[in-house]
């Protein structure tokens, strides 16, 4: 992933400190995954059970977008100048610094391989419209493909609320996009990557993230302290027991439901750290990398891409021991110095433009 998507609203109202610790968790999960499997370092077998689901950091980003662009605009979007202005704030989120990625990633592409993406394929990334597209879903921009999801989900969410007034409406839209998503997966086939990154494979992610708004604003947590302090190891406990007894894919009707399985602990970690946040997640720290997680998010590629020869050397000097460490360390300092100019000179502007109220009609 954004994911990105990953990517969500800097100006949520209340704003919950957690949710942006929550999204630098998942950036730094997703870098690391990243940097160790696009690197091909080897690691040991202990290690690849927990690294290799560090990938469904993923659908984190996507139920964290989800609860946030509720808090944002559940019951705010009421006609024509609502939906225009909640589109614009969109836009801006994700657009600028996707739209200076998208030469960039062109130009690697011609250095490293001699190819360019037609211009159908830049139209089409341009437009947010290659999610839709199988064989360009992927997008221009690596890990782009998230972007794509995440701007059919900001499309469909005006429609979603309609349907999702209450935690017993969430929940049954939740259990409807499960079973829709192993439907679509098992009709699409395993071969080749579409049937992984596309809306309907990941929209119960964004459901379970509005179906935990809705028991958050309902309420049903107040007062349960003892359950709302157990959610975060119930939680934790659901991913790292999958790990540690090597549950890996399981399969309905031909379906690797495994993301699934690991999903059900965002809702519980995020309920957990919405009142009482754990300073082990909710720091200054956290705070800083979440507000760049979608920098991070986007940027992390390209300095995979940059280090790699250096990586390689590394590999053959150092053994993969001390490299692995070493490698993951580096990008990971590397992404964050990148995001921690890409956001004030990028993102903040253009949010801020998005969020700029509407000037008053002439009376």
């Known amino acids: 992933m954004s994911s990105g998507g990953i990517v969500e609203a800097e100006v949520a109202r209340p704003r919950y400190p957690a949710l942006d610790a929550l999204r630098a968790v998942a950036a730094l999960c997703v870098i690391v995954y990243h940097a160790v499997l696009l690197n091909g370092i080897g690691i040991p077998q202990i290690a690849k059970v927990f690294v290799y689901r560090f990938g469904l950091a993923v659908p984190l980003f996507y139920a964290l977008s989800a609860f946030s662009l509720a808090v944002g605009y559940y019951g705010r979007l009421r006609g024509g100048d609502d939906l225009i202005r909640y589109a614009l704030r969109r836009y801006f989120r994700i657009a600028p610094l996707f739209y200076v990625l998208v030469p960039i990633w062109i130009a690697v592409m011609g250095f490293r391989?001699?190819?360019?993406?037609?211009?159908?394929?830049?139209?089409?990334?341009?437009t947010f419209l290659f999610g839709f597209i199988p064989g360009i879903h992927e997008s221009v921009v690596w890990a782009g493909w998230s972007i794509g999801v995440e701007m059919i989900f900001y499309g469909l969410l005006p429609l979603v609320f309609l349907a999702a007034r209450g935690v017993g409406s969430s929940l049954a839209l939740y259990a409807a996009s499960l079973v829709v998503a192993v439907a679509f997966q098992a009709w699409i086939g395993p071969d080749g990557t579409y049937g992984y990154m596309n809306i309907v494979t990941h929209l119960p992610h964004f459901m379970a993230g509005l179906a935990a708004f809705h028991i958050h604003r309902s309420g049903l947590l107040d007062g349960r302290d003892r359950l709302r302090a157990a959610l975060l190891p119930m939680g934790l406990s659901i991913w790292a027991l999958m790990a540690v007894f090597r549950i890996s894919h399981p399969v309905v009707r031909g379906v690797d439901v495994e993301q699934y399985l690991v999903a059900l602990a965002f809702p519980c970690v995020i309920l957990s750290q919405l009142k009482r946040p754990s300073a082990l997640l909710v720091n200054r720290v956290a705070l800083f990398l979440g507000r760049r997680s979608f920098s991070?998010?986007?940027?992390?590629?390209?300095?995979?891409?940059?280090?790699?020869?250096?990586?390689a050397a590394m590999t053959a000097a150092h053994g993969n021991a001390?490299?692995?460490?070493?490698?993951?360390?580096?990008?990971?300092?590397?992404?964050?110095?990148?995001?921690?100019?890409?956001?004030?000179?990028?993102?903040?502007?253009?949010m801020r433009i998005g969020w700029r109220p509407p000037r008053a009609r002439p009376g």
């Open 322 to 350: 001390v490299t692995v460490v070493a490698v993951v360390t580096m990008i990971i300092l590397l992404t964050i110095a990148g995001a921690s100019i890409t956001y004030p000179l990028i993102e903040a502007p253009f």
């Open 296 to 311: 991070l998010y986007l940027l992390h590629p390209l300095v995979i891409v940059a280090v790699a020869p250096l990586v």
């Open 113 to 126: 391989s001699g190819q360019t993406p037609t211009p159908f394929v830049v139209l089409a990334n341009l």
